[in-house]
């Protein structure tokens, strides 16, 4: 077994303990790369089985268009039971990444993720969260246990050993709990290419429109990106090392059209993928510790 | 590209010796970080310290209360590549409070680098964390003698303490175990030789890693795989689902289910989603077998049945809980796959964590190492630690709490079936079943206090009574009047009722009696218990009344009580009621009458006896 067949036997075990062990689990889908090798694995993890729980994507409605049509054609395409959760008091209020900074992310991620998992009465959550993502995610759990409000208490998380999870919880609380921890960016790129699993066309060089603003090159997705003074839409070729939101998601210069191409700008990159959110810098170097404890994956 | 040998390791220590520190620069000088990690540790760094110098800690101490107090909380995860090697190092905290977040990374590591103050020598916190880091498995170890810059990089000073780890090390097993003297501010020995300790011929710390081997001899070993689950896509399709933890499978091989003991033979082999021929450790497989048999989460899968079966052992722990541990009390046990109600009977002594002396004790606190004796409600298969990593590693969870109360290993098998035997007696159940011309069976009715659990079950014995069936009632208050009035209501004291009664149902089954048993039974574990002691002849009867009707009942003017606060931990008031997912029988006392609900359990009945 070498070292990618090794990350995925750990996360196939982990998938399998929380199928056997929870009442009633749930796979987060954010239709990145992480979600595309979390949903690969758990097909192979219970097959022939379908996996034993459905997947939620919590869509603040400020996705790039292409990943929205590529989640659809995923979930038709392995018949799996995609639940799409959206804040619509948010929705209402028009609550937006232009306005609102922070407060978007909070009312549109955070609280319509709480929400969602309320709704349905979740107890267990996978998320693709990965050790090397950034420094407060290198201090978690695989199995991290949320209170009634969904909080991290970061500082009196439950020891855990070996592979013996600790999945008891009473009623109103939670786990999150995180396979793919043991990952790195390189080890994605190089089991998304070993296995040949289908990502979002975003994630590859292409000739699109952009603007430049505040030193990221945000791509103009549709017409609700208003442009400031000063500002011109121009057509690049570039790429996103990351996928969230467009108006958040900074692009990067790239010729890189092949995995090969990808995965040999990864290892050469002098930056860790986290730049390209813009979100994350909000905030201060805790910024994600904070947005953690408040319930955010 | 082919994946590049890995080597996972821990930094361990007391407080303040540089752990964090270290591994910051290991990784620095390395060219190891992002360019914008770099750029923010240099700013972090202005703001935190006062000569403006570089803070290497702060590239792992990633937590808020870390930063701010300048300590290790919990365990921190680092992934890095060398052209010889990869790595994941676990930062591990120093302070005493947190030895459990150290242990954790221990549990995880192969080899220990253990850093040791060159002006304070071995300390308490050194000896402590050695001796975790050797009964979690690790076998190598770098005694890394840090602030060898503040001691004028003698050579005395790292003789002494060399000498003195030599002498403590007597006591512990390993493989291996190396001394280097280092300076992780000033990077000495970190990654190159240092120019300032001439004297030192040995390597630097990380040529070290990147050149020690760990891989451990290959040795014959038994195929032990663990259930995790039973995957039932469709009623063609029965296979079981686990990770290979030891040897080797292929299509063909006879195999043995412990604890059962039952036997079949392996007809498909899946890893993943590929049908293959043949496994190996390491694997998550799915087997599927040539017929059915018994088979659930927590059964072992052997090729030989090498590992034991028993209901006590000995085990070394470490007390991760703040409340201490109390011999008596029940726990959540988690052997592998299996978790099983257990209970501390003994303790045996507490080990010094500086001398490694055994000192007697009656009561645990939180970061002491124990030895002592458990014992386990239900026949579970286990190994030494020694022998085995899986089946010999545990933890114990509170039931109540929910923390992860201990980690421990097995050291001492007591009690397993080898040495104790079931007597086997001339005159046996079919025989005694064959006599009295029924088949003998228990009848478990579980449902909230008032739901109709003892009026049907006496309806139900009056009628088989009629039949001409032997049988007998086990009714709730009856019992805890007699046999169980040393028992409480608290969760323990409930389980451990269970378990009397369904011992007490087994032995009326094997006399070929027909048992009703009428308890409100609330858990879940405890009625799987109930049943994997009985054997297959139980049938679960969920008297499925809403808590609002029972509380109208209220027969007893208990939920009254329970209202007031005169009555604790009450079922469906202040204490859960977990109801079954998949019970034989559901009787539906709100629409149906009493002698319907009884037309219902004989028509199951029936069709079982034909």
């Known amino acids: ?79 799996i039971e995609m639940l799409e959760y959206i804040n619509e008091e948010g929705v209402k209020n028009n609550i937006n990444p232009f306005d609102h900074g922070a407060a978007y992310t909070d009312i549109m991620k955070t609280q319509a993720l709480k929400q969602a998992l309320d709704k349905y009465g979740f107890t267990a959550a ?25 909080s991290w208490d970061p500082k009196n998380q439950r020891p855990e050993m070996w592979h013996l999870y600790n999945t008891e919880i009473n009623k109103g609380e939670g786990i999150r709990v995180f396979p793919i921890s043991n990952w790195t960016e390189k080890d994605i790129w190089q089991y998304i290419k070993r296995e040949n699993i289908p990502i979002v066309s975003l994630y590859f060089a292409k000739e699109r429109p952009v603007v430049y603003r505040d030193g990221n090159i945000i791509m103009v997705d549709d017409d609700r990106m208003k442009l400031r003074e000063g ?61 953690k404890r408040e319930g955010y994956f | 590209m082919a994946s590049a040998d890995l080597l996972k390791f821990i930094t361990c220590g ?34 935190g310290s006062t000569d403006g110098k570089i803070d290497y800690s702060l590239l792992l101490d990633g937590l808020m209360a870390e930063r701010e107090q300048g300590i290790t909380i919990d365990v921190a995860y680092r992934y890095f590549t060398t052209d010889k090697r990869s790595f ?101 020995n970190v990654t190159i030789a240092s120019k300032n300790m001439p004297w030192y011929e040995g390597p630097a710390l990380l040529p070290y890693l990147e050149n020690i081997n760990v891989t451990k001899a290959k ?44 036997r079949a033979v392996v007809r498909h082999i899946f890893v993943g989603d590929q049908e293959v021929t043949d496994c190996q450790e390491g694997q998550p497989v799915t087997i599927q077998l040539d017929k059915e048999i018994d088979v659930s989460r927590g059964c072992i899968i052997e090729k030989n049945g090498r590992s034991m079966v028993g209901s006590a052992f000995v085990a070394k722990l470490l007390w991760m809980d703040d409340q201490p541990l109390a011999v008596g ?33 009656d009561q645990i606190e939180k970061n002491q190492l124990v030895e002592c004796e458990i014992s386990v409600g239900t026949k579970t298969v286990m190994d030494l630690f020694s022998k085995s990593r899986e089946l010999g590693s545990l933890i114990l969870i509170d039931r ?79 019992i805890r009047m007699g046999i169980n009035q040393d028992l409480g209501f608290e969760e323990k004291d409930r389980a451990e009722n269970i378990r009397r009664i369904a011992h007490i149902a087994k032995l009326m089954n094997d006399a070929g009696l027909i048992v009703l048993t009428s308890f409100v039974s609330p858990y879940h574990a405890d009625r799987k218990n109930a049943k994997s002691i009985i054997g297959e002849d139980f049938f679960e009867v969920f008297v499925d009344t809403p808590l609002e009707e029972c509380e109208k009942r209220d027969v007893k003017g208990l939920y009254k009580k329970a209202r007031e606060g005169k009555v604790k931990n009450f079922t469906g008031i202040d204490s859960p009621y977990e109801a079954p997912k998949n019970a034989d029988i559901v009787l539906d006392t709100v629409h149906y009458s009493v002698e319907e609900c009884v037309d219902q359990i004989i028509a199951k009945l029936s069709a079982y006896e034909r």
């Open chain 2, 14 to 47: 007391s407080v303040d010796d540089g752990k964090s520190t270290l591994i910051g620069h290991m990784l620095y000088d390395a060219k190891l970080i992002f360019t914008d990690q770099e750029k923010s540790l240099e700013l972090d760094s202005k703001v």
């Open chain 2, 329 to 361: 009390q029940n726990y959540w046990l988690k052997v592998s796959t299996q978790k099983v109600p257990a209970t501390i009977t003994h303790i045996n002594h507490r080990i010094d964590v500086n001398t490694g002396d055994k000192l007697s004790a």
């Open chain 1, 1 to 79: 077994m070498d070292h990618l067949d090794k990350l995925e036997a750990e996360a196939i075990y982990i998938m399998r303990e929380v199928a056997a062990e929870c009442e009633k689990p749930v796979m987060l889908y954010s239709i990145g790369k992480d979600s595309s090798v979390m949903l690969h694995l758990a097909m192979k993890a219970f097959y022939p089985e379908k996996p034993p729980f459905p997947f939620l994507h919590v869509n603040t409605t400020w996705k790039f268009k292409e990943m929205i049509s590529f989640r659809d054609e995923t979930a038709k395409r392995l018949g």
């Open chain 1, 231 to 291: 500002e011109k839409v121009v057509m690049e070729s570039v790429r996103f090392r990351t996928l969230g939101c467009y108006p958040l998601t900074g692009g990067v210069r790239s010729t890189a059209t092949t995995l090969d191409e990808i995965i040999e700008e990864t290892l050469m990159s002098l930056e860790s993928e986290r730049t390209s959110r813009i979100i994350d810098s909000d905030g201060g170097s805790s910024s994600m510790e904070k947005r």
């Open chain 2, 400 to 478: 109540v709490s929910h923390m992860t109360s201990a980690c421990g290993v097995i050291t001492k098998l007591i009690n397993q079936n080898h040495n104790l035997t079931w007597q086997s007696l001339d005159i046996t159940k079919d025989l005694r079943k064959t006599l009295m011309r029924q088949k003998s069976f228990t009848i478990w009715f579980t449902g909230l206090s008032g739901s109709g659990k003892s009026t049907v079950a006496n309806a139900l014995e009056k009628r088989l009574f009629a039949m001409g069936k032997h049988t007998m009632l086990l009714d709730g208050d009856n």
């Open chain 1, 126 to 150: 996978f998320g693709g969260g990965r050790r090397d993502e950034e420094k407060s995610r290198a201090k978690e759990r695989i199995f991290s246990f949320r209170d009634e409000n969904h």
């Open chain 2, 219 to 262: 040795r014959m070993q038994e195929f032990v795989l663990p259930v995790q689950r039973v995957c039932r896509p469709n009623r063609e399709f029965r296979g079981f689902q686990g990770q290979v933890a030891a040897g080797e499978l292929q299509v063909g091989d006879a195999i043995i289910v412990r604890p059962s003991g039952e």
């Open chain 2, 88 to 188: 994941i190092v676990a930062d591990t905290p120093g302070h005493e409070e947190y030895t459990r977040n150290m242990a954790v990374g221990a549990s995880f590591a192969q080899l220990s680098i253990i850093l040791i103050d060159a002006s304070q020598g071995i300390l308490t916190q050194t000896r402590r964390h050695a001796r975790i880091c050797s009964m979690m498995g690790i076998e190598h170890f770098v005694f890394a003698i840090n602030k060898m810059d503040l001691m004028d990089y003698s050579r005395e000073v790292y003789q002494k303490i060399s000498d003195d780890i030599t002498a403590f090390m007597k006591e512990i097993p390993y493989k291996s175990c190396k001394v280097i003297p280092v300076s992780a501010t000033e990077g000495d």
